[in-house]
């Protein structure tokens, strides 16, 4: 097996692993297997997009910065108000952030048809990060996005409003996250491959041309 | 004069006439200045950083979106108030976006070159969006971003705040801008390129060894 394969049989076991334990985005497993059906792609560190709390002078902060609430799923007026009764160091930001997508590929012929698909999908922010001996890694990433100031003045009307506006917005990414998962499926037609489960220690991961 | 360079003289162009009847972000031009000044780069569509106010149910909306509101050097609680009081058809959002570049290399090692510098200077989020007969189109852009939803119901005390936050963030924006110049200006050793004027039709676009 060459260096890429063993790279991407380890990102499988990483998602089996992950899934097992529930770290894994409770919505994400579908979509990140329709790309290790592709020959020549696998996925690493992606999210499903989420709705979160950072307490943060600045929200895109990484340090001197708390994540105080986090959900991939849903959000509620009740999960807003316990969030913020709790109180803050720096200022609290209501980040609802569509999904992003890490792909590396074998080569830079994939990585284009991917980019090309993502995009056609509405996942308009796509691009190329790096390339190594991973791979080259892709981007996959939507304009789906709100970043807001939680003010410490915040009316019982304005946190309805709020929480609603959040909800279609988580809402937006996840029809794009299905649309790509779509999109990407119908794309394979060449090489599926049949993905192993990981399990004992041992490690199966078959390609079979189907 | 080979195609690539025929595009970087024509963006060059572009650039001066944008200057000349102020279509240019008012403080970008020595920005640009500097990726021309490299021997296989060239700039297009670059946003310096701003604030902007915009009429659209969903933030990242282009159709069904007006913007009400823009400026790339300052905000005020007049600007603000002004704004609003004028209405809305759909929901307001108050925007505010750091700088993103567009830079067009002639080969892949000055593109992995250019993202580098820029990574260095605060521009994380940048990536190479595509390839053509233009050169290798790379994005520079930071994680600077506020999306703020504004609720009718704003209270005076919020209002203040949010210009001031906003403030705060626009200049984040700007701070990068400025690394992000005076990396690349000092990254130029090789190969700098003296960039003539268009003046009265005729062009002038020397390149030196200086």
Not at 103 to 131: C, M, P
Request: hydrophobic share 35%; aromatic share 10%.
């Amino acid at each position: 097996m060459d260096e890429w394969k063993e790279y991407k049989k380890k990102a499988w076991e990483r998602i089996m692993r992950d899934k097992e334990i529930g770290y894994l985005d409770p919505d994400i497993f579908d979509v990140l297997e329709v790309f290790f059906k592709r020959e020549k792609a696998y996925t690493q560190s992606s999210c499903s997009g989420r709705v979160s709390i950072v307490d943060s002078y600045l929200p895109w902060e990484r340090k001197d910065s708390t994540v105080v609430y986090k959900n991939h799923i849903t959000f509620s007026l009740e999960d807003l108000k316990d969030t913020i009764s709790k109180g803050y160091v720096r200022r609290l930001w209501l980040i609802v952030q569509g999904p992003i997508l890490h792909v590396y590929t074998k080569d830079q012929e994939e990585a284009w048809n991917i980019i090309k698909t993502a995009r056609g999908a509405g996942f308009k922010h796509s691009g190329i990060l790096t390339s190594n001996n991973k791979g080259i890694l892709v981007e996959l990433r939507t304009g789906v996005k709100m970043v807001h100031y939680l003010s410490p003045s915040l009316s019982y009307k304005e946190l309805e409003e709020l929480v609603g506006i959040s909800l279609e917005v988580l809402q937006k990414g996840k029809e794009k996250l299905r649309r790509l998962k779509d999109s990407v499926a119908s794309s394979i037609v060449d090489n599926p491959v049949e993905l192993g489960e990981y399990s004992e220690g041992e490690t199966k991961f078959h390609y079979s041309v189907g």
